[in-house]
């Protein structure tokens, strides 16, 4: 079975600053990935995806990840983030069932 | 476009009551999804539906039942409601496995006392 990690709860950062969260997935085979984003009181909205080809993809928002199968990663990047960025994010993974298991979740906060 | 509709937005229930949350999405998706949300815990499936007149158990089914009515709609039951239940419930559709993302909806927030 599938599963994921966010090693950081919660990050803030300062408006204009670079944003990267940590993904780290486990799946035998390749897996297909997956960005989401929650603003408060909302659903969950997908940022980017991952299924094959080259390992940087780019999302929406300004928001790109790469992936980097000798780490098991797919970490998140925006090079400058705004306050609206401020929002709760999940990683998720997908495998060759119906089931998407999402991790934990990591909280940003924006300063100004 | 709707996407994915959920109803209740809010509910309370007293413990042992039972209630039934609805969904319905109107983007012809084969499968359909009820997980929960708690803090710190992301989200958790709770069951699903691969297609039409199939569901299966997630990874936290106790207590819940689900029927797959229709192509459209997906439906969670609590039959006796316990405060573990208090949680944001999200229901999400997709088109295929593997590489089609979940579209959700936005939640329904249900609290036991």
Same mark, same amino acid.
């Given at each position: 079975?599938?599963?994921?990690?966010?090693?950081?709860?919660?990050?803030?950062?300062? !408006?204009?600053?670079?944003?990267?969260?940590?993904?780290?997935?486990?799946? /035998?085979?390749?897996?297909?990935?997956?960005?989401?984003?929650?603003?408060?009181?909302?659903?969950?909205?997908?940022?980017?995806?991952?299924?094959?080809?080259?390992?940087?993809?780019? /999302?929406?928002?300004?928001?790109?990840?790469?992936?980097?199968?000798?780490?098991?990663?797919?970490?998140?990047?925006?090079?400058?983030?705004?306050?609206?960025?401020?929002? !709760?994010?999940?990683?998720?993974?997908?495998?060759?069932?119906?089931?998407?298991?999402?991790?934990?979740?990591?909280?940003?906060?924006?300063?100004? | 476009?709707?996407?994915?509709?959920?109803?209740?937005?809010?509910?309370?229930?007293?413990?042992?009551?039972?209630?039934?949350?609805?969904?319905?999405?109107?983007?012809?998706?084969?499968?359909?999804?009820?997980?929960?949300?708690?803090?710190?815990?992301?989200?958790?499936?709770?069951?699903?539906?691969?297609?039409?007149?199939?569901?299966?158990?997630?990874?936290?089914?106790?207590?819940?039942?689900?029927?797959?009515?229709?192509?459209?709609?997906?439906?969670?039951?609590?039959?006796?409601?316990?405060?573990?239940?208090?949680?944001?419930?999200?229901?999400?559709?997709?088109?295929?496995?593997?590489?089609?993302?979940?579209?959700?909806?936005?939640?329904?927030?249900?609290?036991?006392?």
């Amino acid at each position: 079975a599938q599963s994921v990690t966010q090693p950081d709860i919660h990050i803030t950062v300062s !408006e204009g600053a670079s944003l990267e969260l940590r993904c780290n997935y486990s799946y /035998g085979a390749t897996p297909y990935l997956f960005w989401y984003v929650q603003s408060p009181g909302q659903g969950l909205q997908l940022l980017l995806k991952y299924f094959s080809g080259d390992t940087l993809v780019q /999302g929406i928002k300004g928001f790109e990840a790469e992936f980097k199968r000798s780490q098991s990663s797919f970490n998140l990047r925006k090079p400058s983030v705004h306050w609206s960025d401020a929002a !709760e994010y999940f990683c998720a993974v997908s495998g060759n069932d119906y089931k998407l298991s999402f991790g934990a979740g990591t909280t940003v906060t924006v300063r100004a | 476009n709707a996407g994915v509709t959920q109803t209740p937005k809010f509910q309370v229930l007293k413990t042992g009551q039972s209630m039934t949350l609805q969904c319905a999405q109107d983007m012809n998706h084969n499968s359909m999804y009820w997980y929960r949300q708690d803090p710190g815990m992301g989200l958790r499936l709770i069951y699903y539906s691969a297609s039409e007149g199939t569901t299966d158990k997630g990874e936290v089914p106790n207590g819940y039942n689900v029927s797959r009515l229709n192509k459209r709609e997906f439906s969670l039951r609590l039959e006796s409601a316990a405060p573990s239940q208090t949680s944001v419930y999200f229901c999400a559709s997709r088109a295929r496995v593997n590489d089609s993302p979940l579209h959700f909806g936005n939640g329904t927030r249900l609290t036991v006392t």
